[in-house]
């Protein structure tokens, strides 16, 4: 069995004031799950965090009924328990991303879908596993406000999403790799990751010193740091001054 750590912490709402975690993490004995319910701006739908929660739960039952089955088939069917027991709609629902890894005898896998991204390092370097849509459509100004999110949600050309269409588990990104070709991995919600992919304080080699040298939560504080000197949005433009944070580490050494 690998050695896990995890660290968490909320951020604030739209509004700036404090509330709850939407992230929502999942240690199984051969698999970890993270995944970040997304903030609606409408306090009158169901929260993302409640979403997160429900799939994550549903992935766990499908994980431990099928230690070794097609992550994809196993998140779609996922996704499908959910919105059969809430009456879901798509487009019309809370949406969550997913970032899932799973360990057998003789590989570790890997999925991805939306911008949770896991982060594996091996003997020969380290490789990052993401889905980069929903950043390349920000980048493009292609999602300014919830209207222009959930026309995109979901669809060709646009970005997936786990939500209620079981159909967005076939476009996740995944990976696999050889048992005993990987030291360390990182999962992360975007809280963690804009550390690096946006605020560049560190890359993902000097957060995993970070976390074997002062522990995984330190990686989260780092990030907080630099929010905090930064609390307008001036340099790093973002909706929330904090984002909630899920950091795990699961050490294969």
């Known amino acids: 069995m690998p050695k896990i750590e995890v660290a968490e912490q909320p951020g604030v709402g739209l509004d700036g004031k404090p509330r709850p975690t939407e992230d929502r993490v999942a240690l199984l004995d051969n698999a970890v799950l993270v995944l970040d319910g997304a903030t609606s701006p409408d306090p009158t739908r169901a929260l993302g965090g409640w979403y997160a929660g429900q799939l994550a739960e549903r992935l766990a039952d499908a994980l431990r009924a099928s230690p070794d089955g097609d992550l994809a088939d196993l998140l779609g069917g996922a996704i499908s328990a959910v919105v059969r027991e809430h009456g879901l709609r798509p487009r ?16 570790i896998d890997g999925l991805v879908l939306a911008d949770s991204p896991i982060v594996a390092f091996g003997h020969s370097g380290y490789e990052v596993l993401a889905d980069g849509r929903l950043a390349s459509l920000r980048r493009q100004r292609k999602l300014i406000n919830e209207k222009d999110v959930y026309a995109r949600r979901n669809t060709e050309g646009g ?5 209620a269409d079981p159909g967005a588990a076939r476009h996740a990104m995944r990976r696999s790799w050889p048992a005993g070709t990987l030291e360390s991995v990182f999962l992360a919600t975007d809280g963690v990751s804009d550390g690096v992919d946006d605020y560049r304080i560190f890359d993902w080699p000097g957060a995993l010193e970070i976390a074997r040298t002062r522990g995984v ?14 609390p ?22």
Do not use: Y
Not at 217 to 230: H, S
């Open 159 to 163: 970005f997936w999403v786990a939500e």
């Open 92 to 107: 019309d629902s809370p949406s969550s991303t997913v970032a899932m890894l799973r360990w057998t005898e003789d590989r």
């Open 217 to 230: 939560f330190a990686v989260l504080e780092a990030v907080r740091a630099a929010e905090n000197a930064d």
């Open 232 to 253: 307008h949005g001036e340099r790093w433009p973002r909706s929330k001054r904090h984002d909630d944070q899920a950091l795990v580490m699961v050490d294969f050494r």
